[in-house]
């Protein structure tokens, strides 16, 4: 398999998070220098404590005989043990057997009551896809709706690599609209319809619309509003719409919650309700549960024609079935102990526990990047990342050029030797031209996070005086 005969579109395909940064920053640690891995959005990883009660459920199941020991009620509580029964009288054969390729019927139940819970309307379990991740979920649609070249899928900018590399992969074209850094990340619609016009007129059939909610790179939460208007936009222009509502647990502020765009569909009524498609996306790797290895997620489809999802089922079928054990997780999420249960007080003082540990280092991030020389940054309202704006001298982007480096990635990679802090940087993402951003998550270990941004603040303030010129920068 020589590399000149590869498929030319695994060739164009680019996947900043695990680029070039983070592969420097590998080679750095084999040398024993320490390296905080703030590239990607890995809780566990940056030592968040996995929530105990679906780790009981989960163990119980994957050694059943620990179910028939007679001590088995000294070690885990009796809702977990009853837990554990429940899924596996929903399996075949325990978690070693293939499920249905939409995932195991009864967790699939469970994550159509979480829906109507979370939305106020019905769901139905036969629309619901269990995936390997949400990430499996989302190449599945792309794969479903991307013919060839010619079809265009409207991308945020800022955006989750995800989507341009499966884009470029399936040979499809990314169509690109951009978020308002000076309106905290918010959307436009007439950048919208520009970037529809503009696309058309080159010939490309846009086919759908991602949104990112909350946001990845850039943090923000869509408004009610804004999704009314993002619906009424797919429905005008015939777009499936595809919403990424990966960290819909992860908000860090009360002004504006977390809505999904499922609800506002179904609350704008007739016709939307009933004609725009829609596909939504979960999963257990983000949120309090941060289960990222675990592979578990779902997808729910809105207004699909029935004969669209058969050929969904179909390429689903393929793979055979989704991760059973991350199915279990995933029902766990979704139906997590009530009040009143055994083991309630603990997961509730644990999960909450989680996210104010995450909000306070939204603000310390936020507030440590703002007073760095040259930085700029809007608070993180949610998911786990900061997007810094970093406002390079000429004589830095000179000196990148000369590197033969991207500015952003010359200066990261400055970062990385300095600090050992492994970011991402903005161009992976996509940003406006002459613009540099860098990406890190809000997961360092709190008590860590103070020397974190001191040391980030050091190395900045040392590279800006080094690479200063007589042009002045206005902050945002």
């Known amino acids: 398999m020589e590399y000149e005969s590869l498929n030319e579109n695994v060739k164009k395909c680019q996947y900043a998070v695990r680029g070039e940064l983070y592969l420097r920053a590998s080679e750095l640690q084999k040398e024993g220098k320490k390296i905080i891995f703030t590239n990607v959005g890995n809780p566990h990883a940056m030592g968040q404590k996995p929530l105990t009660f679906p780790r009981q459920v989960v163990a119980l199941c994957q050694a059943p005989f620990l179910l028939d020991d007679p001590n088995v009620g000294m070690l885990f509580p009796a809702d977990a ?24 019927p009864g967790v699939r139940k469970e994550v159509a009551e979480f829906i109507e819970r979370r939305d106020g309307y019905p769901s139905d379990p036969e629309l619901i896809f269990l995936t390997d991740g949400a990430s499996k979920g989302v190449m599945q649609i792309l794969n479903c709706v991307i013919r060839n070249e010619r079809d265009g899928i409207l991308v945020p900018v800022p ?52 949104i990112i909610n909350p ?36 908000i860090y502020q009360d002004e504006r919650p977390f809505i999904s765009s499922r609800k506002v569909l179904m609350e704008m009524g007739s016709p939307f309700s009933k004609e725009v498609q829609l596909v939504s996306f979960h999963t257990v790797s983000k949120g309090y549960w941060g289960e990222c290895g675990q592979r578990g997620g779902y997808f729910e489809m809105t207004n699909i024609p029935p004969r669209s999802v058969e050929e969904i089922y179909k390429v689903a079928s393929i793979a055979l079935s989704p991760n ?13 102990p009530k009040p009143g249960d055994i083991s309630y007080d603990q997961f509730a003082r644990e999960s909450k526990g989680i996210l104010e540990s995450l909000r306070r280092k939204a603000r310390i991030m936020t507030d440590g990047f703002n007073s760095c020389k040259n930085v700029v940054c809007n608070f993180t ?26 500015p952003d990635v010359f200066y990261c ?37 103070p020397e974190i941004m001191d040391s980030f603040k050091k190395f900045n303030d040392g590279f800006m005086a080094q690479y200063e010129s007589n042009f002045g920068y206005s902050r945002m």
């Not at 499966?166 to 520009?194: C, M």
């Not at 408004?223 to 719409?241: G, W, Y």
Request: negative net charge.
């Open 215 to 250: 946001g990845n790179p850039t943090g923000q939460c869509l408004s009610e509003a804004n999704l009314r208007e993002i619906l009424e936009f797919c429905h005008k222009e015939k777009l499936v719409l595809l919403g990424d509502e990966v960290y819909q647990q992860n």
């Open 413 to 449: 990679l400055k970062l990385l030797e300095a600090t050992g802090i492994s970011t991402v940087p903005g161009s992976g993402f996509g940003q406006k031209e002459g613009v540099f951003h860098l990406r890190t998550t809000i997961l360092p270990a709190e008590e860590e996070m």
């Open 159 to 210: 955006q989750y690599p995800l989507y341009s590399a499966t884009i470029s992969l399936l040979g499809g074209s990314l169509v690109p609209y951009y978020l308002e850094e000076s309106e905290n990340w918010g959307l436009d619609v007439n950048n919208l319809r520009q970037s529809v016009a503009q696309a058309r007129s080159q010939g490309i059939s846009i086919r759908a619309m991602v």
């Open 381 to 406: 309202e949610g998911a786990m990342y900061s997007f810094p704006q970093i406002k390079l001298p000429p004589g830095a982007i000179q000196a990148a050029k000369q590197a033969g480096k991207v």
């Open 81 to 104: 043990i009853a837990r554990a029964k429940h899924y596996l009288s929903l399996t075949s054969g325990g978690l070693g057997a293939y499920s249905d390729s939409r995932g195991l």
């Open 324 to 336: 059973v054990s991350a199915q279990i997780f995933m029902g766990l999420m979704v139906n997590p």
